[in-house]
T-cell receptor
């Protein structure tokens, strides 16, 4: 079945530094979603990308979908302690609509 | 904020007990899902439903069962809990479009002793 590899697994940054997490697939993806899960919390939807080369921004967060639709990235500019959590990418099946989640990247921010 | 609820939030129970984890949503969503997530790990789909009287097993094999008698309610049952069932169980729902954002409940942290 469809799988996505997400890297890195963990990232520790100093507050104010940038952060990027990557999601890669060996097959072409019809769409990709990104979720954030705070420690002890539940996943919260951030964004969905569907078009080749698509770039979307939400304040300090920039989301990209690769030209070949096989990879995606989430970049946070000037991290803050409120960015702490685990970021998951998820791929929706065009046949069933189910989501397959990546392994997640856990971000720690040192104040 | 999404209106999806799970009870109980925390449950500690002995081996062999039957348990039901409740999940309700007030958004009128047709699609509902159950995920299992160990601490710091990815989410694994264990059950999903496309509507009333529709239930399917997910990608991760699970000894639990589900039912969907009403649109808003999607309970998960374990007939005989075991320590290997210790995990967090997350319920989610989404609209009827083929691929749409999922709204998650707060989760139930289950510990089986």
């Amino acid at each position: 079945g469809q799988q996505v590899m997400q890297i890195p697994q963990y990232q520790h940054v100093q507050e104010g530094e940038d952060f990027t997490t990557y999601c890669n697939s060996s097959t072409t993806l019809s769409n990709i979603q990104w979720y954030k899960q705070r420690p002890g919390g539940h996943p919260v939807f951030l964004i969905q990308l569907v078009k080749s080369g698509e770039v979307k921004k939400q304040k300090r967060l920039t989301f990209q979908f690769g030209e070949a639709k096989k990879n995606s990235s989430l970049h946070i500019t000037a991290t803050q302690t409120t960015d702490v959590g685990t970021y998951f990418c998820a791929v929706g099946s065009s046949n069933t609509g189910k989501l397959i989640f990546g392994q997640g990247t856990t971000l720690q921010v040192k104040p | 904020e999404a209106d999806i609820y799970q009870t109980p939030r925390y449950l500690v129970i002995g081996t062999g007990k039957k348990i039901t984890l409740e999940c309700s949503q007030t958004m009128g969503h047709d699609k509902m899902y159950w995920y299992q997530q160990d601490p710091g790990m990815e989410l694994h789909l264990i059950h999903y439903s496309y509507g009333v009287n529709s239930t399917e097993k997910g990608d991760l094999s699970s000894e639990s069962t589900v039912s969907r008698i009403r649109t808003e309610h999607f309970p998960l049952t374990l007939e005989s809990a075991r320590p290997s069932h210790t995990s967090q169980y997350l319920c989610a729902s989404s609209e009827s479009a083929l691929v749409n954002e999922q709204y998650f409940g707060p989760g139930t942290r289950l510990t089986v002793t």
